[in-house]
């Protein structure tokens, strides 16, 4: 299994682009997860998937849309690219069947907006 | 949501224990994590404790969990410098985790 994986790994954008970060997972979980990382503040969650079909808002969900048409797939837009999403990325998952619901991270996207 | 917190920083000499410390505030959590980040990466889970326990040893990690006080630690014994990360921990409302801000734990030799 290749686990989670992302893509890329890092993302330089100007202000007012658009672009989407990939995530994938071959471990048939249900839920999917996006979450931020900022400096001394952990982890944010953006927005996250039960099952294909459903999404839902996280903490900090404003300038990113997701879908979810697959299991395996759970893609990140940002509309129009802002300084303040300036972040580490990180996609996650794990299964509901699995009795202490551990999530599985991917490596994370490095995106900088100038 | 709810706010996890815990110390920025902690250095430690290698061979020394190494305590991290979190608080939590929903009490209704179910089970209790510490991950792992080494640099470059993402988390990786070190270890949980469901929320009826009070103490989970693994191997050289000990986690002491104070319900009463809604605190939780991870205990390190004998670090070494590859336990040079950050640690986060992070209380679930099932899957859905709430993370604390990370402890960077430099170990120096």
């Known amino acids: 299994n290749a686990g989670v994986t992302q893509t890329p790994k890092f993302q330089v954008l100007k202000t007012g682009q658009s672009m989407t970060l990939q995530c994938a997972q071959d471990?048939?979980?249900?839920?999917m997860s996006w979450y931020r990382q900022d400096p001394g503040m952990g982890l944010r969650l953006i927005h996250y998937?039960?099952?294909?079909?459903?999404?839902d808002q996280g903490e900090v969900p404003n300038g990113y849309n997701v879908s979810r048409s697959t299991t395996e797939d759970f893609p990140l837009r940002l509309l129009s690219a802002a300084p303040s999403q300036t972040s580490v990325y990180f996609c996650?998952?794990?299964?509901?069947?699995?009795?202490?619901?551990?999530?599985?991270f991917g490596p994370g996207t490095r995106l900088t907006v100038t | 949501g709810e706010d996890v917190e815990q110390s920025l920083f902690l250095s430690v000499r290698e061979g020394d224990s190494s305590v991290i410390n979190c608080t939590y505030t929903d009490s209704s959590s179910t089970y209790l994590y510490w991950y792992k980040q080494e640099p470059g990466a993402g988390l990786q889970l070190l270890t949980y404790?469901?929320?009826?326990?009070d103490m989970k040893q693994d191997q050289r990690l000990t986690v002491l969990l104070n319900k009463k006080d809604k605190h939780l630690s991870l205990r390190i014994a004998d670090t070494q410098t590859g336990d040079s990360a950050i640690y986060f921990c992070a209380e679930s409302a099932g899957n859905m985790l709430t993370f604390g801000g990370g402890t960077r734990l430099m170990v120096k030799p």
């Open positions: 471990m048939n979980h249900e839920y």
């Open positions: 404790i469901f929320s009826n326990m």
């Open positions: 998937s039960v099952g294909a079909g459903i999404t």
């Open positions: 996650a998952s794990s299964s509901a069947s699995h009795p202490t619901y551990e999530q599985y």
